[in-house]
């Protein structure tokens, strides 16, 4: 089953002299429980794919379908609750609350939404992570990679369609790297979890099914 959908993905930064392609007519589809990583150096447009696969910017053109919804149709209030519920998105830096315990922090988009927390659901995500005795703490009394557990815990909370990540391991030591991509795995086949991952690492990405590369705005190579 699909449940991601790029079709000729097009971002256009400024006009004439400044004009920057960022991204040119992308296509590519996952199927629900895939891992792709998407590697790519520094200005390939990788970033920018997952910011417009993720709802956080508009495309110049083309079109994203998640779950079969085009979500560059609805409006930016619908776009966002739809972001929160069927988009988790893990960060290189974290974007903890500060003031929040890893319990809060990881059960906030549901707080958000208006939902109840499942206590034991919560209870076994927090045994997943290996938090479950980190769980009353701060952000700042965790180690890096403690901190980046909570992160995907909070992107996985909800339960949605897909989570994109962005370098969740940019800034993290080697054995913290794969520690976090060892549990993205985890996450993908024990959840039947649909994970898109940007990273530069070609060792983290080769734990992925499939790579997608990317170069100067296209896609060169997806195997």
């Known amino acids: ?42 200005g390939s447009g990788k970033s920018t794919l997952l910011h417009l696969i993720g709802g956080v910017d508009r495309p110049t053109s083309g079109k994203v379908y998640i779950d079969g919804e085009d979500i560059y149709k609805m ?30 922090n990881i059960t906030l988009p549901l707080e958000l939404d208006g939902r109840k ?14 938090l479950n005795d980190r769980r009353n703490h701060l952000p700042n009394e965790l180690s890096g990679g403690q901190q980046q557990r909570t992160s995907i815990g909070r992107a996985m909370i909800t339960k ?22 060892e549990l993205l795995k985890i996450s993908n086949k024990k959840y039947n979890q649909t994970i898109i991952m940007i990273t530069h690492n070609l060792d ?20």
């Not at 930016?76 to 974007?95: E, H, K, P, T």
């Not at 962005?166 to 913290?176: I, Q, R, V, Y």
């Not at 990405?205 to 997806?222: C, N, Q, T």
């Open 1 to 42: 089953m699909e449940i991601l959908k790029v079709d000729n993905l097009t971002k256009i930064y400024g006009k004439e002299n400044t004009k920057v392609v960022a991204l040119d007519k992308v296509s590519f589809s996952v199927k629900k429980g895939e891992f792709v990583a998407i590697v790519g150096a520094s």
């Open 75 to 104: 409006n930016d209030d619908a776009l966002a609750i739809f972001r929160r519920r069927q988009v988790g998105l893990i960060y290189q830096f974290y974007n903890l609350i500060p003031i929040l315990n890893v319990e809060e």
């Open 117 to 130: 927390v499942d206590a034991k659901e919560l209870d076994e995500l927090l045994k997943t992570l290996g």
């Open 160 to 181: 949605p369609a897909i989570i994109l990540a962005d370098e969740p391991t940019g800034n993290l030591d080697s054995k913290a790297s794969e520690e976090i991509v």
């Open 204 to 223: 983290l990405a080769s734990s992925a099914d499939r790579i997608i590369r990317l170069e100067d705005g296209h896609i060169v190579s997806s195997d």
